[in-house]
């Protein structure tokens, strides 16, 4: 499946961005969906995480700040970002596969001033 990311952007601290993730065709039957990131000298490394059943997962840098839902309908899912901090800025990956991340986006770039 193809994949495409969007809404990444200039944000001060303690802002807010969402990002949208739209894939190529329905994502009914596709069990995981999430978000990687990766900084400037750094590892890519998972940020959220969704499965069809709607079980989440999410690192422990961003719990209580970002939130991964999805909507079947609309083949999309989203990255709601809030309380953003400069160590935030990366490119943020979306992803899909059966059991993990198989298919990627090509990225879209989130950068939170100081």
């Not at 009914?28 to 995480?49: C, D, I």
Request: charged share 20%; aromatic share 8%.
């Amino acid at each position: 499946v193809q994949l495409q990311a969007c809404g990444g952007g200039l944000v001060q601290a303690g802002g807010s961005l969402r990002l949208s993730c739209t894939a190529s065709r329905s994502i009914f039957g596709t069990n995981y969906m999430g978000w990687h990131r990766q900084a400037p000298g750094k590892e890519r490394e998972l940020v959220a995480s969704i499965t069809i059943g709607g079980s989440t997962n999410y690192a422990d840098f961003v719990k209580g700040r970002f939130t991964i839902s999805r909507d079947n309908a609309k083949s999309t899912i989203y990255l709601q970002m809030n309380s953003l901090e400069p160590e935030d800025t990366a490119v943020y990956y979306c992803n899909a596969g059966a059991r993990g991340p198989r298919d990627w986006g090509k990225g879209t770039q989130v950068t939170v001033s100081s």
